[in-house]
């Protein structure tokens, strides 16, 4: 990585070509406007990680920009103008334009703005130094608070004191430890940690949405398990969760999962599943998250687990068609065995539904209908217990096998429920 100074220039990268960023860039600069990259798009493409938006800054006011963007035939979408930003649209790829700001009051949840030509200013009021930075279309970065080093060192650090910036905005106190589970290496930053400390009390005042979406992003870090037990010690997790979590078992379970799952991880922080409908509803999680959380969380239990693969994929098509069973068991498997003193035996289990799908049965009301069956309760009972025996199977039998036990079934005595339920006059 490039030390940091007035020598740092942003590597070459894929995004910086693109046609539809070439033609914004060059509009800008035929209408004589001073534009630069900001935030995370330099700080990946330093680091080397992917980068997945574009965001610009320009002294412009939002009222230029738009008449530059316009008289270039582009699209301009007035996405927040109140705050100096309009998307411009090039080719259906939106980027986001803002004007420079600096901050005029603050309360810890919002921010009230002034436009400034000033780029030191505006850097100034971005929360880490590793997010301050700007580079111009031709590649030279501008770190104003040594940036370039904090991203290199792993250090997560504030841009000047931490509790200022915190009171600023009391989600950065979860975007601190985002960050430092992303981007850091310990120790951590005494002087921000000192601050998330004394200052965590605040987080109560915070929308439930954006505590929500800040923990998830936590969470799908490569592994939030040492972010995790630091928010412990500072008291920030209790804030959110109403306990500490579990980041022991968190940690383990990122040593066996494989991929990141922040609904999955959830579930491994609490202790007492019981808690879980109460944390669902104060982090407003939305409802498919709700149920998938619960869902883990009970398929997670010791009374609940299967004996062996058998009873594993009979487990998976009783929970839902298509892939959703198994992947409610398979995530079952992997929170108890993060809890398990030997994971392997859960671990095999959740192996044996790899490449599994869950199979659909054969047979529907048609099929006893058409055997003599007349339509009505005892359709639906004769045919579950046909998909009963097929379950108890292994799932073996095909069409033709699971037509002759429907058959049979009819056939025997009451069969169907009751002769009086036959139309074929038998």
């Known amino acids: 990585m490039p030390a940091s100074g007035p020598t740092v220039r942003l590597p070459d990268a894929a995004w910086r070509e693109t046609p539809e960023l070439r033609t914004l860039v060059g509009t800008f600069a035929a209408g004589g406007a001073q534009v630069r990259f900001v935030g995370g798009c330099v700080r990946d493409t330093l680091a080397g990680r992917p980068v997945k938006d574009v965001d610009i800054a320009t002294p412009l006011l939002p009222a230029e920009v738009t008449a530059i963007l316009r008289a270039a035939g582009l699209k301009v979408v007035p996405t927040g103008i109140a705050h100096g930003t309009v998307t411009a649209v090039v080719n259906r790829h939106p980027f986001e334009i803002t004007t420079l700001r600096r901050d005029v009051d603050t309360d810890g949840r919002h921010a009230v703005v002034a436009f400034t030509a000033d780029w030191r200013a505006d850097a100034a009021r971005r929360d880490f130094t590793m997010n301050a930075l700007s580079a111009t279309p031709d590649g030279r970065v501008f770190d104003y608070f040594d940036g370039c080093a904090d991203l290199a060192a792993g250090r997560v650090r504030f841009v000047g004191p931490a509790s200022d910036r915190i009171t600023e905005d009391y989600l950065r106190i979860l975007r601190f430890f985002r960050f430092f589970a992303h981007y850091g290496r310990p120790p951590p930053d005494a002087e921000a940690v000192a601050a998330c400390r004394g200052l965590a009390a605040h987080l109560s005042a915070l929308s439930a949405e954006r505590v929500r979406d800040e923990t998830l992003k936590l969470l799908a870090a490569p592994d939030p398990s040492a972010a995790w037990r630091l928010m412990a010690e500072t008291g920030v997790a209790r804030e959110i969760l109403g306990e500490d979590g579990d980041w022991v078992r968190l940690a383990r379970l990122v040593a066996i999962e494989g991929e990141a799952d922040p609904i999955r991880r959830l579930a491994a922080l609490v202790a007492d599943a019981a808690t879980l409908p109460g944390l669902a509803a104060?982090?407003?999680?939305?409802?498919?998250?709700?149920?998938?959380?619960?869902?883990?969380?009970?398929?997670?239990?010791?009374?609940?687990?299967?004996?062996?693969?058998?009873?594993?994929?009979?487990?998976?098509?009783?929970?839902?068609?298509?892939?959703?069973g198994r992947q409610m068991v398979r995530?079952?498997?992997?929170?108890?065995?993060?809890?398990?003193?030997?994971?392997?035996?859960?671990?095999?289990?959740?192996?044996?539904?790899?490449g599994w799908t869950v199979p659909r049965f054969a047979l529907a009301g048609r099929d006893a209908v058409g055997l003599g069956l007349r339509v009505g309760p005892q359709v639906g009972r004769v045919l579950r217990a046909v998909e009963d025996w097929w379950v108890a199977g292994g799932f073996a039998a095909g069409r033709d096998e699971c037509l002759d036990e429907l058959k049979r079934r009819i056939a025997a005595p009451n069969g169907g429920d009751a002769g009086a339920g036959r139309t074929d006059g038998l």
């Open 282 to 324: 104060r982090l407003k999680l939305t409802n498919a998250d709700r149920d998938r959380l619960l869902a883990i969380a009970a398929a997670g239990r010791p009374d609940g687990l299967p004996r062996d693969a058998a009873e594993a994929r009979r487990m998976a098509y009783a929970l839902g068609r298509e892939d959703l």
């Open 331 to 354: 995530d079952g498997l992997l929170l108890a065995a993060a809890g398990a003193a030997d994971p392997g035996p859960l671990l095999a289990l959740r192996r044996a539904l790899d």
